[in-house]
Structure formats: C-alpha cells, structure tokens
Nanobody, 124 residues
Framework: QVQLAESGGGLVQAGGSLRLSCAASGRTFSPFSMGWFRQAPGKEREFVAAISWSGVNTGYADSLKGRFTISRDNVQKTAYLQMCSLKPEDTAVYYC?????????????????WGQGTQVTVSS
C-alpha cells in the first residue's frame, strides 16, 4: 500500500501561482508513477498531469500545457505540481494518485492509490 498526502492548496488570485505537494509513504520501495487529477463542483474528475517513476516522462492535459508542471523527488518521495497563470476555472479539489509500475497514465482507473485532495480556489 502507498499512502498519499497532498498539501499546498489554498486561495489565490487569478494570474497567481501555487505549488502542490504530494508526499508518499508506505510501500514506496517499488516503482510507482504519480498523477494529479482535479474535480470541480458538479463536474467529473479530470486528468491534469502525470509523471513516470524515473521522472523523465511526463504527460499533461492539453488545455493545461504550458501553465502546469509536474515533477518528483524520489529521495523525498514527493511529487509536485507547479501551477502558474491560474484562472478561476482552475478552481477544484486536486487529487494526487499513484500507480504501480514505471509508466504514467492519464486514466484515473489506472491508479490504485489516492490522496484525500486539496482545495484550490482561484478568485477573479
């Protein structure tokens, strides 16, 4: 089992930046990819970004490319999501997820482990 804990959410004005963190614990000696998803009120959970175990390969939702950057530090067992030029439509609960194996996925059903989520609110 891998436990995940997100942090770094909050209230920010449009145009601002936030960095989310996701700390992993538990069975972290085996490779696992990590991803970020988000869910706005009344909407389905959507893919944001993901990163392979090595950190070399990453993927992003097309609409977020250029504004969001995912990274990870396997020594710290933490993944990050740097969000820039935030817009009110980025307001959502952001979830960190982990999947066994080395490659990243964009489909939420590929992920076995989930954090509790952190709220990001962007004011206009």
């Amino acid at each position: 089992q891998v436990q995940l804990a997100e942090s770094g959410g909050g209230l920010v004005q449009a145009g601002g930046s936030l960095r989310l963190s996701c700390a992993a614990s538990g069975r972290t000696f085996s490779p696992f990819s990590m991803g970020w998803f988000r869910q706005a009120p009344g909407k389905e959970r959507e893919f944001v970004a993901a990163i392979s175990w090595s950190g070399v390969n990453t993927g992003y939702a097309d609409s977020l490319k250029g504004r969001f950057t995912i990274s990870r530090d396997n020594v710290q067992k933490t993944a990050y999501l740097q969000m820039c030029s935030l817009k009110p439509e980025d307001t959502a609960v952001y979830y960190c997820a982990a999947a066994d194996g080395s490659i990243w996925y964009s489909q939420f059903h590929e992920y076995s482990y989930w954090g509790q989520g952190t709220q990001v609110t962007v004011s206009s």
